[in-house]
């Protein structure tokens, strides 16, 4: 059953207590559809065994994990950082996406939670979104091209290598610099 997104406008929200198992079940939903797919973005293992439903009950704890909600439902998930080590000791203002993923069932959530991003993010004074996916990936990448998330760099770990992407957001100081 796909769910089409209606023209009512999603919420992008901090997750409440308890709304972890949402976002896990988003995750575990995903890494299926991956899996049919023939994708090896998120190998199911390691993937579900790091980013466990304990990892999301500390992100709600946090404050970090954010929901999309749409009539009521929610559609999609991320975990919204302040500071990533991926990217070094970079002070620049900048929020960082994580876990980024929405119901199969719910086709162009992720973008629209990765758009909310970008508001709340340039709202608070963020100057960039940054993300990392995998570096094999070439639809992935040029997804994220598509949405203005330039290349930054490599992250790389035994069992993971990624592509760092940002995207400059619309704040008054780079309006004023356009």
């Known amino acids: 059953m ?4 209606s023209p009512a406008p999603a919420v992008l929200r901090p997750a409440q ?24 973005q998120w190998p199911r293992g390691h993937y579900l065994s790091v980013f466990s439903q304990a990892y999301f009950k500390k992100a709600q704890e946090k404050g970090t994990l954010w929901l999309l909600e749409q009539n009521g439902r929610t559609t999609a998930c991320a975990v919204l950082l302040e500071q990533d080590e991926r990217w070094g000791q970079d002070n620049t203002p900048a929020w960082y996406v994580h876990n980024l993923a929405s119901w199969p069932h719910c086709p162009g959530a992720g973008a629209q939670l990765l758009a909310l991003a970008e508001q709340e993010a340039a709202r608070r004074g963020k100057r960039y979104l940054r993300l990392d996916c995998l570096t094999g990936s070439r639809k992935l990448n040029a997804y994220y091209r598509t949405k203005g998330y330039r290349f930054a760099g490599y992250w790389k770990q035994p069992e993971y290598h990624g592509n760092l992407r940002q995207k400059l957001l619309q704040t008054e100081d780079t309006r004023e610099t356009a």
């Open 2 to 5: 796909t769910f089409l997104l």
């Open 17 to 40: 207590k308890g709304e972890e198992k949402t976002a896990f079940n988003i995750i575990e939903a995903r890494v299926t559809w991956l899996e049919q797919k023939g994708i090896s």
